[in-house]
């Protein structure tokens, strides 16, 4: 699944070269509580360019994708849940990624090895990307995130002038279509469990 391995294979990502113009709305920073309520909640992923082979082959079998960052600022933790359209069924999946505010990074643990990450934001609280092993030139890789599935010019300018700042272009970038999404059933189905829990809760209480 792209975004689950893009997120296991995550590699401390280098600061930025703040004196490229590609990479000038870039930033990495220690992760805040603010930063959190940020990229807290609903995500699409939109695509990713990847030199990595597996990577690609991955990416390309998703049609659509969205998932959901759940935030918890006493243990530093993201439970993050996805639903992926791939090939004609929707896979959900559930993780937990670990936050190390003073570094800005993010890591989870895959195959008994914790992998880091670091957040890249930008002046658009509704987008975010995500970097992965940028020095490795088989396999460096950026995605792009946004509240919306539909991505404005600007939003698609600020991730090609990434791509080009950690020097892939956009011709590599691997798209995902929302027409294509056949997790909604599902994703409604997760929301009414989760009520009906809460009420449960409610009435216990």
């Known amino acids: 699944m792209a ?12 600061l930025l070269d703040a004196q490229s113009p590609g990479c000038a709305n870039l ?12 990229i807290s909640g609903k995500w699409f992923y939109i695509g990713s360019a990847s030199r990595d082979p597996e990577f ?9 994708a969205f998932f959901y960052f759940d935030v918890n600022h ?12 791939i090939g004609n069924q929707c896979v959900y999946n559930s993780s937990f ?31 975010f990307m995500l970097g992965f092993k940028l020095k490795d030139e088989q396999h460096k890789g950026l995605s792009l995130y946004t509240r919306k599935p539909e991505v404005t010019q600007e939003q698609m300018t600020v991730f090609h002038e990434a791509l080009a700042c950690v020097d892939l272009h956009k011709s ?12 909604g059933p599902v994703e409604k189905q997760h929301k009414e469990e989760r009520l009906k829990e809460q009420e449960a809760d409610t ?3």
């Open 27 to 38: 930033t990495a920073r220690p992760i805040t509580n603010a930063t959190l309520e940020q």
């Open 172 to 183: 590599e970038i691997a798209y995902t279509d929302e027409k294509k999404d056949l997790c």
């Open 97 to 127: 990624l670990n936050v190390q505010r003073e570094n800005g990074t993010v890591s989870r643990y895959k195959f008994g090895k914790e992998n880091f990450g670091i957040l890249l934001l930008t002046k658009d609280p509704e987008l």
């Open 3 to 14: 975004l689950s391995w893009a997120l296991a294979a995550l590699s401390l990502l280098p």
């Open 74 to 85: 006493t243990d530093d933790t993201i439970l993050l849940r996805e639903y992926l359209t």
């Open 56 to 64: 690609n082959h991955s990416a390309r079998t998703i049609h659509a």
């Open 203 to 205: 009435a216990l209480g």
